[in-house]
């Protein structure tokens, strides 16, 4: 069964702190792997898309990274801002098909 | 903005009700795929669409049904509304052979009562 497990479940940090996301998958076969960021009652965006062979990719403050032969990714916050507060959810694809994992939610407080 | 707009935004059904969801796909895009989020969860997939012809399912009942049309928008049907229907449904579109870079509508909150 393809599941996508994420950790930790909630996170609380301080404004300006760096925090790391991790997911962890067995999905079969891997197309691509990405990072969301979905603000709460909102739809979710992209943040990042890795093909098997990327190691790593960033965007602005968030850098993911993947190990396909673990099958482990993490998404690396830097100097984190107020509007960093969202839930933040890692999708494996297998052909059209996505699994999503339910997500961790991260606070950023003053 | 995603340019994906769905209508609409919360809507209040009972329990053996019929509810029909709509989604306009960005512009240029030909593939649109649904999902329902429940509350604390991460969004689960429905089904895909493109070109108007189903071309993916996930593990749902016949009861939940869709359409795409000509102009690339879509509708998402659910017959006899159970309690666990109540859920945040997201449509993401996005153009087959791209790579796959989804995007999201705000969704559509349903509570089923």
């Known amino acids: 069964k393809n599941q996508v497990e994420q950790s930790p479940q909630s996170l609380i940090i301080l404004e300006g702190k760096n925090c790391t996301l991790q997911?962890?998958?067995?999905?079969?076969?891997?197309?691509?792997l990405r990072w969301y960021k979905q603000d709460t009652g909102r739809g979710p965006v992209s943040l990042t898309i890795m093909t098997f062979s990327e190691n790593t990719k960033s965007n602005g403050r968030y850098t993911a990274t993947l190990d396909a032969d673990t099958k482990q990714s993490s998404l690396h916050i830097t100097a984190s801002q107020l509007s960093d507060s969202a839930s933040y959810i890692c999708?494996?694809?297998?052909?059209?098909?996505?699994?999503f994992g339910k997500g961790t939610s991260l606070l950023v407080t003053p | 903005e995603t340019g994906v707009t769905q209508s609409p935004t919360h809507l209040i059904k009972t329990r053996g009700q019929q509810v029909t969801l709509r989604c306009s796909s960005q512009s240029g895009h030909n593939t649109v795929s649904w999902y329902q989020q429940a509350l604390g969860q991460g969004p689960q997939f429905i089904f895909q669409y493109y070109r108007e012809e189903e071309n993916g399912r996930g593990n749902f009942p016949p009861r939940f049904s869709g359409l795409q049309f000509p102009n690339y928008s879509s509708e998402l049907n659910v017959n006899a509304l159970e309690l666990d229907d109540s859920a945040l449904y997201l449509c993401?579109?996005?153009?087959?052979?791209?790579?796959?870079?989804?995007?999201f509508g705000e969704g559509s909150r349903l509570t089923v009562l």
């Open positions: 999708v494996v694809s297998a052909g059209y098909a996505l699994n």
């Open positions: 993401a579109s996005s153009f087959m052979g791209s790579g796959g870079e989804l995007f």
């Open positions: 997911c962890n998958y067995t999905v079969s076969p891997f197309s691509n």
